[in-house]
């Protein structure tokens, strides 16, 4: 996973502040379904996120929390990006299997889904079927 197909439009220019605010409040979440990029970049709430697409349920499914951003600021490109460490679902369905289509990052601003801040969506391609899923994110966000 590299980049980001859409950056929400509550984060446009946000999401380096967010990072300075605090890094290690970022998570992510991984959805099946999933509504047009159009309109998933107009919700402003992780609760508007899965309130309009279905969330994943694979086996041995959570939201990954906590996650520590971090900030590089490129003064040779004059941009900054955001990137978290690799992030890995051990035997990832089996049981209950899923089609994942996105994952949304977002910035948890106190502990519930009303005021988490979806920051990027991307693309993801891969079904579940028991094995490890290693999501490698690089630059989840970057902002010229």
């Known amino acids: 996973m590299s980049g980001s197909d859409i950056v929400h439009n509550i984060a446009l220019g946000a999401a380096a502040e967010k990072a300075r605010d605090d ?5 992510l979440l991984m959805l099946k379904v999933v509504e047009s990029d ?6 402003a709430t992780v609760a508007t996120v899965v309130a309009n697409s279905t969330e994943a349920d694979f086996t041995n499914y959570a939201r990954k929390t906590s996650i520590t951003a971090t900030l590089v600021v490129d003064n040779t490109l004059d941009r900054v990006t955001l990137d978290i460490p690799d992030q890995t679902y051990t035997a990832a369905g089996g049981g209950t299997d899923n089609s994942l289509v996105k994952t949304v990052m977002y910035y948890d601003e106190s502990g519930t889904d009303a005021t988490r801040v979806p920051v990027t969506a991307h693309s993801t391609d891969v079904t579940t079927a028991g094995s490890d899923l290693l999501l490698q994110v690089n630059d989840f966000f970057r902002a010229s």
């Open 38 to 43: 159009a309109s998933l970049k107009d919700r």
């Open 23 to 27: 890094a290690t409040k970022f998570g």
